[in-house]
């Protein structure tokens, strides 16, 4: 026998809460807000205040508890035994070129890991690796570093096409997704060494370059990672029809898929630009004075003269305030390009 069973019709309207179910709502998501605003008040009123309105206890209100001075913006900014420009300009420049590059690169790199198959012997990346770390080593005993790269990939090329054949096994692309990714788990600063020792073979210590080069060397795996899982969610069957129109493998990419991927590219960028612009570690082994960024500066300013709040106040909204500016006006990207691979299917 068989039994018919009537299914309810579900009603999916919105839901709509009680007022008092708002009032709670709207008085939680009040003093979460007052959480995270409170620090940016608190730095905000104490760049305007005198060394004796921070010493003497908390004070909140400006023109109420305390009058507000100009007195360590004209310092940061105007004193002449203050340097701060360089050190802004440097992390300015270093920050935004270095997070370019990494975008770029990542995501040529990340593209091709999706829509290509690479089947490289493994063989011939450890020939690479190694020629590539003897290339390292006869830097750092002195040898000039055109000669060095110069025999290096001599002799990758003369052992890939004798030795490197005979190796059967084949990497996968998700294989060189999980090692690149692989090498940002590796801690900076057990590399840092033999960084400092390459580019002071290079002459190159304490300039934009070497930090320009380190951020894009340690940021390019999260581009790649980031990207790769954006690119996955866009149909290919789009490429395949501008494919069939007979547009190029350039014309597609360029016109088809980086505007597909708008919000993949903003998110990924303001990641790799906040991580290249609180850097600390390496800009301290690999700069001195000519390079310094702004994050070395406010530690200086703190080791030298002790916790002098009014002046790293100054300091720090300095830092904040374009990476915060940005990510407003590309908020509307932001938020669709941080949920990649949240949803498949």
């Not at 400006?62 to 913006?73: Q, T, V």
């Not at 790269?149 to 294989?175: C, S």
Request: charged share 10%; glycine share 4%.
């Amino acid at each position: 026998m068989i039994k018919l069973v009537r299914w309810r019709r579900w009603n999916f309207s919105p839901f709509v809460p009680s007022p008092m179910g708002m009032v709670v709502s709207y008085l939680i998501l009040g003093m979460w807000s007052f959480v995270v605003l409170f620090p940016l008040y608190w730095l905000l009123i104490t760049s305007f205040k005198l060394p004796i309105h921070v010493n003497d206890g908390p004070v909140y209100l400006p023109f109420i508890d305390f009058k507000p001075s100009l007195h360590a913006w004209h310092y940061i900014f105007f004193d002449l035994r203050n340097d701060t420009l360089r050190p802004y300009a440097n992390t300015v420049i270093v920050g935004l070129t270095s997070s370019v590059l990494s975008l770029a690169l990542g995501t040529a790199a990340s593209y091709a890991l999706v829509r290509f198959e690479y089947r490289p012997r493994l063989g011939t990346i450890l020939l690479f690796i190694g020629c590539v770390a003897l290339a390292i080593v006869a830097i750092t005993l002195g040898a000039p570093w055109q000669v060095a790269v110069a025999a290096a990939i001599a002799v990758f090329l003369l052992l890939a096409q004798t030795i490197g054949k005979r190796f059967r096994r084949h990497l996968k692309n998700d294989d060189i997704a999980f090692w690149m990714i692989s090498q940002r788990i590796l801690p900076p600063v057990a590399v840092v060494i033999p960084i400092y020792i390459l580019f002071q073979r290079l002459g190159l210590l304490d300039t934009r370059t070497a930090l320009v080069i380190t951020y894009v060397a340690t940021n390019l795996p999260i581009v790649v990672w980031l990207m790769r899982d954006y690119f996955q969610s866009i149909p290919i069957e789009i490429e395949e029809c501008a494919a069939i129109d007979g547009a190029s493998p350039y014309r597609i990419f360029w016109s088809i898929v980086l505007p597909l991927s708008m919000p993949g590219l903003v998110a990924t960028f303001l990641f790799v630009l906040v991580f290249a612009w609180n850097e600390y570690l390496l800009a301290l082994f690999l700069s001195s004075a000519n390079a310094q960024t702004l994050p070395l500066t406010v530690a200086a300013q703190n080791a030298t003269r002790g916790p002098q709040w009014w002046y790293m106040s100054v300091l720090i909204l300095i830092m904040i305030i374009p990476v915060i500016a940005m990510a407003i006006a590309l908020e509307r990207y932001i938020a669709r390009g941080l949920l990649v691979g949240a949803i498949k299917g």
